[in-house]
């Protein structure tokens, strides 16, 4: 049977339709509903997989001169004063070019942006686990339920390890909504801190880790093995890379 919030709400949260009201709600209703939560990630990997395909192809230089062509013939038809006409028509021109050749040229700029982007959104939902009642789908100190809890919702292994020994005890883990797609949350605790270490599944390439702080939260972001990982915490910066590193290290 179909969870109602699958039709009423999913492709509405997806893309980013819903108000804060909704997108809260369903947000929380995320954390307990497998179906939900298997949809969501199943149309974050279509829509991974479509803009991989790269499906478009780059307008020719021959396009652009074509349409400056027929403007110039509009221009000459027209009673429009022809040399305010072609300064606007050639602002146009140079602005649509900028946009299409910037997607293309500026991958560097992209990424930073997509990273800036990313870590306040990883910010803000980390801030709101910290709420109480929101920190876990399913409590324990035990790696081993904590990881088949994961495994009976996501299409992807999470990994769970307790790391008490070194000073992160494993608190449990919960479903999370991230940029429209479920990624994983595991969660651990230090020194009266919270830690939440998110996953998801990715086609990108591993890559070394990136580091930042936002609004007096420092998070760490890797990924390795087809998963892309974000350890965030208001805990000393020294101490997220240590989790990283001990992820790292059994990932």
Not at 32 to 60: F, H, I
Not at 160 to 173: I, P, S, T, Y
Request: proline letters at 4%; hydrophobic letters at 40%.
């Amino acid at each position: 049977m179909r969870c109602d919030f699958s039709d009423s709400l999913l492709q509405s949260y997806f893309d980013g339709e819903l108000n804060a009201f909704r997108a809260v709600e369903f947000e929380r209703h995320i954390q307990r509903c497998a179906d939900c939560a298997e949809q969501l990630v199943n149309q974050d990997l279509l829509s991974g997989t479509l803009q991989l395909a790269q499906l478009y192809e780059p307008a020719p230089a021959s396009l652009r001169r074509k349409i400056l062509v027929e403007c110039r013939t509009v221009a000459s038809t027209t009673a429009v004063s022809e040399p305010i006409l072609w300064h606007w028509l050639a602002a146009a021109a140079a602005l649509l070019l900028i946009a299409l050749m910037g997607w293309r040229v500026s991958p560097d700029l992209r990424n930073e942006d997509y990273q800036a982007e990313l870590a306040g959104e990883i910010v803000e939902v980390h801030k709101r686990s910290l709420q109480p009642g929101h920190a876990t789908g399913i409590a324990s100190n035990d790696e081993y339920p904590v990881r088949g809890w994961f495994d009976g919702k996501v299409k992807f292994p999470v990994p769970v390890r307790d790391f008490a020994k070194e000073g992160f005890v494993l608190q449990g883990g919960r479903l999370d909504i991230v940029e429209g797609r479920s990624v994983a949350a595991v969660v651990y605790a230090r020194n009266g801190h919270l830690l939440n270490v998110f996953v998801w599944p990715t086609r990108e390439a591993d890559i070394s880790p990136r580091t930042g702080s936002r609004q007096g939260f420092h998070w760490v972001d890797w990924r390795k093995g087809k998963l892309e990982f974000c350890a965030v915490s208001d805990a000393d910066p020294a101490e997220v890379e240590q989790l990283h590193q001990l992820i790292q290290s059994f990932s």
